[in-house]
């Protein structure tokens, strides 16, 4: 079993940055490809970013490509999502997700535990 918890969402102007954390306790961390996903009111779950088990082969959804970063500290079981120039449209509830795969594809069922997720809103 492993538990996430993220924090970091919050209230930001368009063109801004926030930083999202993805907390783990539980099982071993490094054994775990760790993902973000976001769902916005009335829409389904999307892909934002993935981050393999050593930090290696980072992958990002079309949408939030060149503008959001992700990344890990196994020493310090996080994983972070620093996410710039933000738009209205990144507005959504953000979850981070632990996989066992090695290399996770975009669909939520590769993804085993899920945090509650942390609301992120973009005023324009």
């Known amino acids: 079993q492993v538990q996430l918890v993220e924090s970091g969402g919050g209230l930001v102007q368009a063109g801004g940055s926030l930083r999202l954390s993805c907390a783990a306790s539980?099982?071993?961390?490094?054994?775990?490809?760790i993902g973000w996903f976001r769902q916005a009111a009335g829409k389904e779950r999307e892909f934002v970013a993935r981050?393999?088990?050593?930090?290696?082969?980072?992958w990002y959804g079309n949408s939030v490509k060149g503008r959001f970063s992700i990344s890990r500290d196994n020493a310090q079981n996080t994983v972070y999502l620093q996410m710039d120039s933000l738009k209205p449209e990144d507005t959504a509830n953000y979850y981070c997700?632990?996989?066992?795969?090695?290399?996770?594809?975009?669909?939520?069922?590769?993804?085993?535990?899920w945090g509650q997720g942390t609301q992120v809103t973009v005023s324009s």
């Open positions: 539980g099982r071993t961390f490094s054994d775990y490809a």
């Open positions: 981050i393999s088990r050593s930090g290696g082969t980072p």
């Open positions: 997700a632990a996989s066992s795969r090695i290399h996770p594809t975009v669909a939520p069922g590769d993804y085993v535990y």
